[in-house]
């Protein structure tokens, strides 16, 4: 099956830095979504973007399909950004199950 | 929007002890999904439906587990026995298209605890 490599595993900040986040898969994909967990738990959704560029506020996020990675960016960050970020792509002609990523813990110290 | 909803928030129950999980999706939403996420396996997929119909059951762990989806706005997970290997927070998850082709939008999950 397909594999979803987030990187790096773990990060810390402090309050006001930028940061970018990755995601690389190894196939073809029809959706994927970054999502933010935060500490109490709550999976939510970020970006929908299977390809392409978005923006919101101080996240932004690029995938880049053919060479099968996504780039997630935090600028200016809070301490609110704590939590982990997931990665999670849907396959093109494959099995209808969105795999998940194992997420990048970030940590932003006040 | 309420968001996808469900109940209950956490639960305690002893092994043997039968769970019920209970999930209300977006209005309008076609598809539902039902999530495990345990530290060692991460968020994985248990089944889905569209249209109420289940579609994939495949990451059912055994036959403890059974979903239903009686209506377009109430969906079911049971575990019949429950085991201590359950525990787990279970997230439900709905999308307005079929499939997970489309973005999916999580409910705050039901922490499980089996003793």
């Known amino acids: 099956g397909i594999q979803v490599e987030q990187s790096p595993p773990d990060l810390i900040l402090q309050e006001g830095a930028n940061s970018t986040l990755r995601c690389n898969f190894s196939d073809s994909v029809n959706n994927l979504q970054w999502f933010h967990q935060n500490p109490w738990g709550q999976l939510i959704n970020l970006f929908y973007?299977?390809?392409g560029t978005k923006q919101n506020g101080r996240l932004s996020a690029t995938t880049v399909a053919t060479e099968r990675y996504s780039l997630l960016y935090i600028s200016s960050s809070q301490t609110t950004d704590s939590g982990v970020y997931f990665c999670a792509v849907l396959t093109q002609g494959g099995s209808e199950k969105l795999v998940f990523g194992k997420g990048t813990k970030l940590t932003v110290n006040p | 929007d309420a968001g996808v909803i469900q109940s209950p928030r956490h639960e305690v129950t002893e092994m043997g002890q039968e769970v019920t999980l209970r999930c209300k999706p977006i209005?309008?939403?076609?598809?539902l999904f039902w999530y495990r996420q345990t530290m060692m396996r991460g968020l994985e997929l248990l089944i889905y439906f569209n249209n109420n119909v289940p579609i994939d059951d495949s990451g059912m762990p055994e036959d403890r587990f059974s979903a239903k989806m009686p209506n377009a706005s109430f969906s079911t997970l049971k575990i019949q026995p429950s085991e201590p290997r359950d525990s787990a927070v279970y997230f439900c998850?709905?999308?307005?298209?079929?499939?997970?082709?489309?973005?999916?939008?999580f409910g705050p999950g039901t922490r499980l605890t089996v003793t």
């Open positions: 998850a709905s999308s307005p298209g079929y499939g997970s082709l489309y973005e999916q939008y």
């Open positions: 209005s309008g939403h076609n598809s």
């Open positions: 973007i299977p390809s």
